[in-house]
T-cell receptor, first 111, second 114 residues
């Protein structure tokens, strides 16, 4: 079993839709949770960073963490074609020295 | 945050040759990381490079195949030695530079081995 599971997609949605991206994990030592966005032929860029269970909002993006279920989500409201990218979840333990990445979900937002 | 420059951005190489990838950071950082991202797959950590010490390699990666240098706090190189087509991948340099140790990435070096 992988430490982090993420559906690779692809996920195709119409412009304006609400997108839900999810990851599950098995290691309860993970304490810090991140979402990265990676455009084609580019390096990953940090999108959201969360620590505690609950929701964190930044513009059209909301990151949700449920430590009891070992489940994290990223919601994108009013999705735009420019949101088309691969989204990778990532997490680290309390030491913070090693980050584990999910497989990434490819998202296509159609105009 | 940190700005990371990688060279080359892409290269096509012949089997059996070696290629060195350079990573330059715009600020001094303690820890630098090298990742591999194979087509359609996630990021796999190759090694952690700290200045002044030997790199620490993850399971499945060895120094003879992926020698790393870290001469100072802003620069590192990764060499892919004796390449085979299985080494075709994107190689990413990363640093831990945020207030909470977040990772920042370079643009990646896309390597194709024929």
């Amino acid at each position: 079993q992988k430490e982090v599971e993420q559906d690779p997609g692809p996920l195709s949605v119409p412009e304006g839709a609400i997108v839900s991206l999810n990851c599950t994990y098995s290691n309860s030592a993970f304490q810090y949770f991140m979402w990265y966005r990676q455009y084609s032929r580019k390096g990953p860029e940090l999108l959201m960073y969360t620590y505690s269970s609950g929701n964190k909002e930044d513009g059209r993006f909301t990151a949700q963490v449920d430590k009891s279920s070992k489940y994290i989500s990223l919601f994108i409201r009013d999705s735009q074609p420019s949101d088309s990218a691969t989204y990778l979840c990532a997490m680290t333990d309390t030491g913070g020295f090693k980050t584990i990445f999910g497989a990434g979900t490819r998202l296509f937002v159609k105009a | 945050s940190a700005v990371i420059s990688q060279k080359p951005s892409r290269d096509i190489c012949q089997r059996g040759t070696s290629l060195t990838i350079q990573c330059q950071v715009d600020s001094q950082v303690t820890m630098m990381f090298w990742y591999r991202q194979q087509p359609g797959q996630s990021l796999t950590l190759i090694a952690t490079a700290n200045q002044g010490s030997e790199a620490t390699y993850e399971s499945g990666f060895v120094i003879d195949k992926f020698p790393i240098s870290r001469p100072n706090l802003t620069f590192s190189t990764l060499t892919v030695s004796n390449m085979s087509p299985e080494d075709s991948s994107i190689y990413l340099c990363s640093v831990s530079a945020g207030p909470r140790g977040e990772l920042f990435f370079g643009e990646g070096s896309r390597l194709t081995v024929l």
